[in-house]
């Protein structure tokens, strides 16, 4: 789990308190405009174009899987403060980087460039074999074979009935290290829109207009 925590300042809260009893709409207020407005928009531009790209393309955690869609706020127990909270085991790492390796087995399968979004999100390589026939012998003729690469990396291909290579689907690793792909920090930009959320729902709960 991944938790980010946006907090009012004190000497502000303070003088505020004074004539507000439930600051509750105001950090409510700005944890929906983290949720449903900053993280997509931050998402969909990978990161304001500062995030590294990805072998497969697009968007990088964008259009591959569900993080920025797990995103949700709660109140501080402080009393001035939203947590915005993300279960998901792997936020932290996408968050910060780091190394990941097979919890069984020897090798990592990595989606190549040539499988759809469908295809890398819903399906395992061992998925895509298919039996296409039968040798002299009576051997199984699979879809999917393992060859080498010319730079020496072990890659999964499917081939079609006829015996040709249709396309390569996986590259098999030991270890992959993934490059940090901050979100969960204060962007310029998060940071103004979110102060004038709170301001402004500050003042509408005393009764006031913003300037």
């Not at 207020?29 to 304001?48: C, D, E, I, R, T």
């Not at 949700?72 to 980087?97: E, H, Q």
């Not at 051997?139 to 079609?160: D, H, Q, V, W, Y």
């Amino acid at each position: 789990m991944l938790t980010a925590k946006l907090t009012i300042p004190a000497d502000r809260f303070s003088r505020i308190r004074g004539g507000l009893s439930n600051p509750a709409p105001a950090l409510e207020a700005v944890g929906h405009y983290v949720v449903n407005k900053w993280m997509p928009s931050l998402f969909k531009s990978a990161g304001q174009g500062t995030w590294p790209s990805v072998l497969r393309g697009g968007s990088p955690l964008w259009d591959s899987g569900t993080l920025a869609r797990g995103f949700f706020p709660v109140l501080g127990g402080d009393g001035r403060s939203v947590l915005i909270v993300n279960p998901l085991k792997y936020a932290a790492r996408m968050n910060f980087g780091g190394t990941v390796t097979p919890k069984a087995g020897k090798f990592l399968a990595v989606p190549l460039p040539t499988l759809s979004i469908t295809e890398r999100r819903g399906k395992k390589p061992r998925e895509f074999n298919k039996v296409l026939g039968t040798t002299k012998k009576g051997k199984p003729i699979n879809s999917t074979f393992f060859a080498k690469s010319r730079k020496g990396n072990l890659i999964l291909f499917e081939r079609s009935k006829k015996g040709e290579i249709i396309r390569p689907l996986f590259v098999m690793k030991t270890s992959v290290t993934i490059k940090p792909r901050p979100f969960m920090k204060w962007f310029p930009e998060m940071k103004a829109q979110a102060t004038a959320i709170a301001k402004a729902a500050l003042l509408k709960a005393m009764g006031e207009k913003a300037a």
